[in-house]
């Protein structure tokens, strides 16, 4: 955000640790049931020519045919196959419909096997995993076109299959994506402000669900902080006459290292009286609390620092904004 300080891109490497993972396949075998086995062979040997020849329907047809002998092919085992059979089937078409198939089928193996006293095994796991880790690829993808919805799609079923294979962590599971997408609605708000709007917005509020379940989370303390600086100095604009804020387009606020210009020049054009006219104090306050916990948890982030002036500055705290401003001055000597 070139007017205002920027997003903080730590938030980014939290996307890529959340959204990499990379594993081997190994060929089905079903629930395991020594009774029914012995024939499990020359079964697998037909599902697997039918998926070579991508004749899917025929090999979907075979599982509920010989299904209909619940000795041979019992029903937790019948729905393993169908889900490994969709999943091969979307590795090959990329169709929506066939994951939500697989998914679909899979959560009913894992169902119908709970209620037979089975476990799911190395096999069934591997095929879970391989959607797993498909959404979160999707989503990654999703997140880089700036395709949000796709993102949110994408993640809603990876908890589902986290749900099946009994591993759902939703605490850190949902801050990471929550960081993630919240960050990218950030930078695509960036790139055109005027038409992308109401994407600040959404950031804004994916944060907000982040500190709901973690108030001390640097990166959401921190763009919740920015988000109502920012409209502050966004709101300098609005002063008649007003040319300095074309001050802050020049500056790159991601850069630490950057030389911030003073509160003061940025307000140079409005008057402390005009403040409340021009809805500068209200953001300013409302970002305090949040500034307070990042410089608490960053106390040398010269953003910070910038923040915390400009909020006591324009909130008429002049002792506060001293101190802050002190703080400042002190980092950029290397005091």
């Not at 990654?140 to 076109?145: F, P, R, Y």
């Amino acid at each position: 955000m070139k007017n205002s300080i920027t997003t903080n891109y730590l938030c980014g490497i939290a996307k890529k640790l959340f959204l990499t993972m990379f594993l081997c396949f190994t060929f089905f075998a079903g629930f395991s049931q020594a009774s029914y086995f012995g024939n499990m062979k020359a079964f697998d040997e037909k599902i697997t020519a039918q998926i070579s020849k991508n004749n899917f329907t025929a090999a979907l047809n075979l599982v509920d045919t010989l299904s209909k002998n619940n000795d041979f092919l019992p029903s937790y085992s019948k729905y393993y196959y169908k889900g490994f059979i969709f999943k091969e089937k979307y590795k090959k078409n990329h169709s929506n419909n066939d994951y939500d198939s697989c998914l679909f089928y899979m959560s009913k193996a894992k169902l119908s096997a709970k209620i037979t006293g089975l476990s799911i095994n190395d096999e069934s796991k591997t095929v879970l995993k391989f959607i797993l880790i498909l959404n979160h690829n999707s989503a990654s993808a999703a997140l880089d076109k700036f395709q949000i919805d796709s993102a949110e799609y994408y993640y809603s079923n990876f908890k589902k299959t986290l749900l099946i294979m009994d591993s759902l962590s939703p605490s850190s599971t949902d801050i990471e994506f929550n960081c993630a997408i919240g960050s990218t609605c950030y930078r695509f708000y960036e790139q055109n402000k005027k038409a992308n709007n109401s994407f600040a917005d959404k950031g804004f509020q994916y944060f907000k669900q982040i500190l709901q379940v973690d108030s001390n989370n640097y990166t959401a303390n921190y763009n919740t902080m920015i988000y109502y600086f920012n409209q502050a100095v966004e709101n300098l604009g609005k002063g008649e006459y007003c040319k300095q804020v074309e001050i802050a387009n020049t500056v790159d606020w991601s850069n630490p290292n950057t030389q911030i210009p003073s509160i003061e020049k940025l307000l140079e054009c409005v008057k402390p009286q005009e403040y409340e006219k021009y809805n500068v104090s209200p953001p300013m306050r409302k970002a305090l609390p949040y500034a307070l916990k990042t410089y608490q948890l960053a106390p040398k982030n010269k953003n910070v620092l910038t923040a915390l002036f400009g909020i006591y500055y324009t909130t008429g705290s002049e002792a506060n904004a001293l101190i802050y401003r002190k703080k400042l001055d002190d980092l950029r000597n290397g005091n």
